[in-house]
């Protein structure tokens, strides 16, 4: 299998946090980037704000009929100084924060370069401790007006960086438990947070590769290897099964919690650096930024002045595509809709079920009409609660303290509700309350779920309302 689909999962991995909305250098919140897989120098002080140097994913495999291997991808971005500098009468250089030329500006800015070290299949039974080196460097690029006169110049400067990979592995319970543990091998003492940052593996994270080997999912393990895969340890790396549904030679080990076979969604028009955003809302957000909130993003940084672009070139129909996918959240035969159906059952009291929609799209305005909360009923303790019962409210499902202020109080109840999940929730107003009816007249209730609340019976209901009739 290529690793080309894995790779574009492992790319919003290796570029979040690279740029932080808005995009621009002068953003205060880009001023905190790189926020996982970063592997910071070991000697740094505490003053540096230093990441810990090393993460460690513990796989597991069952070995084929051949010598089973394994080939070990660290992908990471090293940071790279981007330096401006204006060119002086004399021919000298002074670094600037920016400078534009021919109207165009470029900034000062720390980017990053994408590295990866590839270590070759190995046998799965031994195992390896290298330290590999990175070099650092320093290039110049001239910056040239329309008349060809050199105004400046950009210096990119990066330091070099050593990591090391251990691999170990070991026999359980008919399974191979495979260790891969990186660590950043700095050697300098570092005292600032940029320098602790320069010195960083930022994004880091692994693809693993199996030969004559099948990797286990450790979230949904067979029952053969259920005891062996609770016995994996992760440290800042969680390992997942990655590419196509149902191959199992490739793993992505990730700085952030992924399902198996994560995938980037495909209205996703590209980057923004940020994987768990909704576009649309990010490039509605992008689009309202003024021209020149526009212009230093475009000078921030290539990238950003990608995701400007793209955002203004796009089509109300491209909008309309980042809108997403509406999935139904129902089993087609949901097994909760007997127990919704049935009173004894502790479902709505009514003749039709929630998930009953007539045929239409459980999305659809028109399913509404399967659902009526001002009838809808459920049965509590043996008593029938819906719109008008009074209830006692007993919180025990939240931690909020707002809801720990209706512990013992009476509440009328507005309507009896079922969500797409199959859960019940019962609308309330307390009965104290002097903007009880107010909150009822513009529908701002309070929920709970039906076994944090006591029905008041017949007579209690009856006294209630005697001694509370104004």
């Known amino acids: 299998m290529s690793l080309d689909q894995v790779r574009t999962v492992a790319d919003a991995v290796l570029y979040e946090g690279y740029l932080l909305y808005p995009y621009r250098a002068s953003s205060h919140k880009n001023r905190s980037r790189w926020q996982f897989g970063v592997l910071g120098p070991p000697h740094a002080t505490a003053a540096s704000f230093g990441e810990e140097p090393g993460m460690e994913a513990q796989c597991l495999l069952a070995p084929g009929e051949g010598p089973a291997a394994v080939t070990v991808h660290l992908r ?29 500006s470029v900034m000062t800015w720390d980017e990053a370069v994408e590295k990866e070290i590839v270590l070759a299949a190995k046998p799965l ?10 070099p650092g460097g320093e290039e110049s690029e001239p910056l040239s007006d329309a008349s060809g006169a050199v105004v400046g110049r950009i210096v990119r400067r990066r330091l070099p960086l050593a990591v090391r990979i251990r691999t170990a592995s070991e026999a359980d319970d008919g399974f191979v438990r495979l260790s891969v543990a990186v660590r950043n091998e700095h050697p300098d003492t570092v005292t600032t947070k940029d320098a602790a940052v320069r010195s960083s593996l930022i ?3 692994l693809l693993l590769r199996a030969h004559d080997a099948a990797f286990v999912s450790l979230l949904e393990p067979p029952t053969a290897a259920t005891g062996a895969a609770g016995r994996c340890r992760q ?10 549904k149902g191959a199992t030679d490739t793993v992505l080990g990730a700085p952030i919690i992924l399902y198996d076979y994560p995938e980037v969604a495909e209205q996703s028009a590209g980057a923004l650096f940020d994987s768990t955003e909704i576009d649309e809302i990010l490039t509605l957000r992008v689009m309202t930024m003024t021209e020149a909130e526009k212009a230093e993003a475009r000078a921030t940084d290539p990238r950003a002045r990608e995701i400007i672009d793209r955002c203004d070139g796009m089509s109300p129909a491209d909008l309309q595509q980042l809108h997403g996918l509406l999935r139904d959240p129902h089993p087609p035969a949901a097994a909760s809709a007997a127990a919704l159906v049935d009173p004894a059952a502790g479902g709505p009291d009514a003749e039709h079920s929630p998930f009953d929609t007539a045929g239409a799209p459980w999305w659809d305005p028109a399913a509404d009409a399967s ?21 006692r409210v007993h919180p025990s499902r939240r931690a909020d303290a707002q809801d720990l202020f209706f512990a013992g109080q009476v509440a009328r109840v507005t309507a009896v509700l079922a969500d797409v999940d199959g859960g019940t929730h019962v609308a309330l107003v307390l009965v104290d309350d002097p903007a009880a009816d107010l909150h009822d007249w513009y529908g701002r209730y309070f929920y709970f779920a039906p076994d944090e609340l006591t029905p008041l019976s017949a007579e209690e209901a009856a006294q209630y309302r005697e001694e509370n009739r104004s």
Do not use: N, Y
Not at 235 to 244: D, I, K, Y
């Open 76 to 104: 990471f971005l090293q940071l790279q100084v981007r330096e401006v500098q204006r060119r002086e009468a004399d021919g000298s250089h002074v670094p600037v924060g920016k400078l534009t030329v021919d109207g165009v």
């Open 125 to 134: 039974a031994e195992s390896m401790d290298d330290v590999h080196q990175v």
């Open 203 to 205: 994004g880091a994270h």
């Open 235 to 244: 440290r800042r790396c969680w390992p997942v099964l990655a590419g196509p």
């Open 371 to 391: 659902v009526r909360p001002e009838s809808d009923a459920v049965t509590i303790g043996g008593e029938r609660v819906a719109k008008g019962s009074l209830v």
